[in-house]
Structure formats: structure tokens, C-alpha cells
């Protein structure tokens, strides 16, 4: 009962974060689709409906003039509904097509007949752009309804009193004066009486007036009707698109896939999409965090890669403010760019292109020239200044940077730089994309892996794991990216001694890194 209840809760949940998610495709789609609606209301032409009124009478009369049996033989329910059938029929149609000038066609699109409940009383409606014509129409049908039952009342008492004077003709004399002669006689005069009354059937009960108000097109309708109609096409779309994207949906479940302990997680903001201006309390707690968790679990932790499974997973943005973070609590803090095939911090943050990395790899220039200085703001918002963050960009080069980034001279200056600084960020390219990564994946302390909520997939999750794994190198944990306060985590930081021994089951980095 306890896993039905669980059950239950998760599936709950992954319905309302569905909704949180996707609900901008079902809101899309409810106002194209009232849109539309209101839209072909407001431009199709008003159509006036006129009613007329047509009572049926008892039926069957000539038919039960002609039994034995004083009891009807006619069932008046099934009658009623014939009447309604010769209302409605061709016959009529055509009679009053041809009484108007009109197609025969347009005549039987622009009437209905049905009955009134369980009365004897058939309603025409004819509806028309023009009211006057309406009305004309409904009274010119009804008049032909009525005649074309007429018609058919006679022939029926025609037959009647044929095959019952036959009947009284073929008695014998004698027979012709007694009781059964006379009873055929009352009969044959009372169809003769209800011939010359010549009421029929059917008669107008009450002619159509012009209508004074439009019946449609309904415009409140048709709109409830698009918002439903736009509501369930919004939904099915939002399912689809939730199928068709197979990314992680929660960060707990990336930590699972990854099979790492996650460290932090960074919300999804806008401000750390632009690269500029103050950040968000949560956001900046986030990575005070990070930098906390690495810096007390780690005590001789100097260099810290950061890499994810794929681009777009938010791995240079969450280099760039550890980096920032950890300047602003006192440490003397360099990032080093090594995504030269796709550098985005002189664009990002307003600095020089170059001279970066692969100018000084290529002897081109001097560490203490590619050194930018950038002012970090501090922890409490509206400071400034707090801190003092250097940075060296990638540059560019015509070489391999994979083979750039794995010659003697990336690890000479790796070396200095972990000398001369407390702590280095290198901003790595997507390990599962390009080999750049790989030669500096075993000359760090501690490598941070970064997934980002609803991007990265659980095949790219459980790939990048088995090569971390199988290049030994030092993980330190994972960096759930872009969470929503909905999608995170209850129990998203693991305890300090889980930090403390890395994922892959090696030994603690410092001292190892240090002695490369």
C-alpha cells in the first residue's frame, strides 16, 4: 500500500511538473485556437431562423375505416413519425424549390423539421441571412408540407371507399340489407364525411414570423468550443514535446545516473544566462555552496576541472562564478579557458580576445600578458569589488586543440599556475564531444561535472561516467544546472565524508596532483 502510495506521489508530481513545464504550449494553443474561433465567428454572416408549426392529427383514420374491428390498428407513435418523414421529404423540398426560384439543394440545407417532444407538433425551421426571406421560406414549406399530406390523406380515402364499397357490392342482396351490409355502409359514409371536410392530417398549427435576433453564428459558443478544441491539442502537443525530449527531469536523478554526490544546485535565472549584473540570493548561495563544499572537504584541492557530457549544458557559466565565488572569500583565484574551439568569456564578460591559452601554448606570448583582472562583486548584494579574479581566455590558434592542450607546455604552465595561485578553474569542452579535455582530466585535483535539468540525457549521464571512470579520473561530484524550484531536490547535498573520498573509488587528489 505504502509503493501505491509513492507510486502515486511521483507520478503526481511528474504530472505537475508537466504542467509547469509545458504549460506555455497549452496556453499557446487554448489562445490560437479561441483566437481562430472568435475570429471565423466575427467574419461569418448573421443567419436568421424562422419556426413554423405544423399539428398532426390523429392518423390512420381511412386504414381503420377499413378493418373488421372497432380497435385501431395503427400505431399512432410510429404514424406521427411518417407524418414527420413526408414533412421532410424530397417533395416537399422540390415543391417549394420550384415555388421559389431556388435550388432544390439550398432549399433542404436551409430547413429541418423535428418533432416537439412527445406532442403532435412538428416544428419547421428555416434559417437565412436575411430574416424576411427566412420567414418566407419556413410558411412556403409548410404550405407545401401541408398540401403534399393532403394529397396523400385523399388517395388514401380514395382507396378506402374503393375497396369498401367492392366489399359491400360482392354481399348478396340479402346480406347488403342486414347488419353486416349496414356496417360497411356507416363506413363508407363516414370516409365520405371525412373526405368533404378535407382537414387532413396535417395543418398549420402557427406560420413563421420574421425573426427580430440572429441565431448564429454563436460566437460564445464557437469560443468555448475553440478553448476546449485548443486545450486538448495544447496538451497532446505538451506530451509529445515531453516524450521527444528524453533529458533528465530531476537533479536527484541525475546525481544517480552520474553516480556522483550532488554538490549544489544552480537555479535557473536569467542573469546567469546574460553574464552580467547582480545575481539572484539563490543563485549566488548556490555557488557559495560549491565553493564551500570543495574548499572544507577538500583542504588541498588546487585546481578543479569543470566538464559536461555535451554543449549547452552550462558548464563555462558555472566555471566563471566558482571561479568569482571563490575570489570573493579571499583566495587568490585564476580561471584558465581551454575551450578554444568555442570561447565564450571575451564575449560573455567584456574582455580582450588575446592574447589567451593558445598564444602562450604556442610561445607566442607571456603568461603575465594573457592575465586578465577582472573586479568580482561580493556575497551581500550591491557590493563591489570584493574580490579580484584572473583570467586567461582562450585565444586562438590553426592547431589541434586537442594536441595543443596535451604537449609539454600545458602542463609546464598548469604547473606554474597552481604555484602562483590558490586555487584554477579550467573551463574544459564537453568531454563527450571532442578529446580536448582529455589530456588534462589526470593534472587536476578534482574534476566538477555539470548537468543541466531537462538537456542532459540519462545515455549521455551514464557514457560520460564510464569514461571518467575508465581515464581514473578525479571526480569530485556533480553540479546540477538550470534546476526549477520545483524540480529540486529534498535531499540534494550529501554529507562531508561522501565528499571527501572521490566517486570513481580513488584516493584523495591533492597530493598526488601536486607531485604531477
Not at 487554448?30 to 431562423?49: D, N, R
Request: hydrophobic content about 45%.
Amino acid at each position: 500500500m505504502q509503493d501505491d502510495n509513492a507510486q502515486y506521489r511521483f507520478d503526481l508530481r511528474r504530472a505537475l511538473l508537466l504542467i509547469r513545464r509545458r504549460g506555455w504550449v497549452a496556453i499557446l494553443f487554448v489562445v490560437l485556437a479561441a483566437g481562430a474561433s472568435y475570429g471565423f465567428s466575427i467574419s461569418q454572416p448573421k443567419q436568421y431562423t424562422a419556426t413554423a408549426s405544423l399539428l398532426l392529427h390523429d392518423a390512420g383514420v381511412a386504414q381503420n375505416l377499413l378493418t373488421t374491428s372497432s380497435a385501431p390498428t395503427v400505431d399512432p407513435t410510429r404514424e406521427a413519425q411518417t407524418e414527420i418523414a413526408v414533412v421532410s421529404s424530397p417533395e416537399v423540398a422540390t415543391l417549394t424549390a420550384a415555388a421559389l426560384h431556388k435550388p432544390v439543394a439550398s432549399i433542404s440545407s436551409e430547413v429541418t423539421a423535428s418533432e416537439q417532444g412527445q406532442t403532435n407538433v412538428v416544428s419547421v425551421q428555416a434559417t437565412d441571412p436575411s430574416p424576411s426571406y427566412a420567414a418566407l421560406l419556413a410558411n412556403s414549406y409548410v404550405s407545401h408540407a401541408v398540401s403534399l399530406a393532403r394529397q396523400t390523406d385523399r388517395a388514401q380515402v380514395a382507396d378506402a371507399l374503393a375497396a369498401l364499397q367492392s366489399q359491400l357490392s360482392a354481399l348478396p342482396p340479402a346480406v347488403q340489407t342486414g347488419a353486416e351490409g349496414q356496417a360497411l355502409s356507416g363506413r363508407i359514409e363516414q370516409l365520405k364525411l371525412y373526405a368533404a371536410a378535407d382537414t387532413g392530417n396535417t395543418q398549420v398549427l402557427a406560420p413563421a414570423s420574421v425573426p427580430t435576433s440572429s441565431s448564429g453564428p454563436s460566437t460564445k459558443r464557437n469560443l468555448m468550443l475553440g478553448v476546449v478544441f485548443g486545450l486538448l491539442l495544447g496538451l497532446g502537443a505538451a506530451v509529445l514535446l515531453e516524450r521527444l525530449n528524453r533529458g533528465v527531469r530531476l537533479s536527484a536523478e541525475l546525481g544517480e545516473l552520474y553516480g556522483l554526490p550532488l554538490l549544489t544546485e544552480v537555479p535557473n535565472c536569467r542573469a546567469l544566462k546574460r553574464g552580467r549584473g547582480t545575481l539572484p540570493t539563490s543563485a549566488r548561495e548556490a555557488f557559495r555552496m560549491l565553493r564551500g563544499r570543495l574548499v572544507y572537504s577538500h583542504h588541498e584541492l588546487g585546481s578543479v576541472l569543470v566538464t559536461s557530457a555535451v554543449e549547452k549544458e552550462g558548464r563555462s557559466t558555472i566555471a566563471w562564478h566558482l571561479a568569482a565565488a571563490a575570489a570573493t572569500g579571499g583566495q587568490r583565484v585564476l580561471l584558465l579557458e581551454a575551450d578554444i574551439r568555442a570561447p565564450v568569456f571575451a564575449r560573455r564578460y567584456g574582455l580582450r580576445t588575446g592574447p589567451g591559452l593558445a598564444e602562450i601554448l604556442e610561445g607566442r606570448s607571456e603568461v603575465n600578458d594573457a592575465i586578465q583582472w577582472v573586479a568580482v562583486a561580493g556575497p551581500a548584494k550591491g557590493h563591489s569589488s570584493d574580490g579580484v579574479l584572473d583570467v586567461i581566455v582562450a585565444g586562438s590558434t590553426a592547431q589541434t586543440p586537442a594536441a595543443l592542450l596535451e604537449n609539454g607546455a600545458m602542463r609546464e604552465l598548469l604547473d606554474g599556475l597552481i604555484a602562483d595561485h590558490d586555487l584554477v578553474v579550467i573551463d574544459a569542452p564537453a568531454a563527450l564531444q571532442v578529446a580536448d579535455a582529455m589530456p588534462l582530466l589526470r593534472r587536476v585535483d578534482g574534476v566538477l561535472v555539470v548537468g543541466r535539468v531537462g538537456l542532459t540525457t540519462p545515455d549521455q549521464a551514464r557514457r560520460l561516467s564510464e569514461q571518467l571512470r575508465d581515464l581514473d579520473a578525479p571526480t569530485l561530484g556533480l553540479v546540477a544546472n538550470s534546476v526549477r524550484r520545483e524540480e529540486s531536490s529534498r535531499h540534494a547535498y550529501p554529507s562531508s565524508t561522501s565528499l571527501r573520498q572521490p566517486a570513481n573509488g580513488a584516493s584523495a587528489p591533492g597530493s598526488a596532483a601536486r607531485a604531477r
